[in-house]
């Protein structure tokens, strides 16, 4: 076999089990060798930490939504956090009349988790909901999340994040996007399952506050070290598809390209900063770590040797159909570029299309966190 054989089917292979191979096994692996939790009624007391800023349009919103649970309310706080808002965050929630609802007004600007660190050890719960501010609860999600630390082997567990109007408000990306989301929310139903998911949504998860270590301020993601770091405690992290939060897609395709890049710069600032992740002995779920968050780093050049080594073996079979196959992808995907202003489009042009500005995020996201440009702060309605 030549070089580029070689290279061609180790690229080939890499990328069929990061997007096929894994989630066919951790499925296989959830249904032959799944870890139940015990689960029964349980009302531990609940805080639940918003980090705002600059959310006046939409916070009194997301304190009503938060007091309308369906919880019982000496049990739960709600606490916002003002992370240096200059608009009419911090009055908005100051004119909410209830007394389990408390206000914290930063008035530097320091980003999410900075303010986490400070707020969390405040908080009076024993467990810990964070959340975003523009998502919607479901009323039933806190007693979804919370039944699961009923089992004293749980340390975390996050909720699903529901897309909704893709058509009306995310007609760019909308239906690939929402495809995405389930495939991601199959992959973290069945980690789960076998013990842990490697992160959470940040719209909604819960965690144990005595689990909470503080976190280095430049973090991008409290979303996957919190829960990494609480399984790295001997402690599992659990996907519960009951506890929902609602939000739209992204308004447009850029929109929901900055999301991304941020999402993926801040993966790359994590290997970094958590190299025991890396590591078999330290990370107990290395292999859903490696599988779920590392290999798909990897896939932007792993496209391109498949792409070029078939293209120079192309003479040949079974090198001439696949690379055909991949030339029907990519004008698929430039295809869905071109109608991507339609509200409505054949899933065979969206599907490629999102796929190839995801891995092109994950370039841009390459080049932002190695050139310190990716800051932790985050702009109002520009990240999920």
Sequence with gaps: MSILETAFWLAAILLAYTYAGYPLLV???????????????????????VVACNEADCIRQKVDNLLALDYPAEHCEVIIASDGSDDRTVA???????????????RQRRGKTAVLNDVIPRAHGDIVVLADARQRFDPHALRAL??????????AVGGELVLVDTHAHGA????????????????????????????????IYAIRRELFSPLPPDIILDDVLIPMRIVRQGYRVLFEAQARAYDRTAPTAQAEFRRKVRTLAGNFQLFLHEPWLLSPRANRVWLQTISHKAL????????????????ALAWRLPYAVLFAAQVVFYAAAA?????????????????PYTFCVLNWATVVGLVRWATGKQSVMWQTNNVR
């Design 335 to 351: 295809l869905g570029f071109r109608l991507r202003n339609r509200a409505s489009k054949p899933i065979f042009f969206n599907v």
């Design 27 to 49: 499925g296989v692996w959830s249904r032959w060798r799944p870890r139940p939790t015990r689960l029964r009624p349980f009302t531990p007391s609940v805080s639940i930490v």
């Design 172 to 203: 760019e990306l909308g239906q690939g996007v929402g495809a995405y989301w389930r495939y991601e929310k199959f992959i973290r139903r069945h980690e789960s399952r076998v013990d842990s998911t490697v992160g959470v949504s940040g719209a």
């Design 296 to 311: 798909r780093l990897l896939a932007p050049p792993l496209l391109a040797v498949v792409f070029v080594t078939s293209a």
């Design 92 to 106: 908005r929630v100051e004119s909410c009349s209830s007394k389990r609802v408390h206000v914290i007004d930063f």
């Design 146 to 155: 919370v039944s699961h630390f009923a089992d004293p082997t749980v340390g």
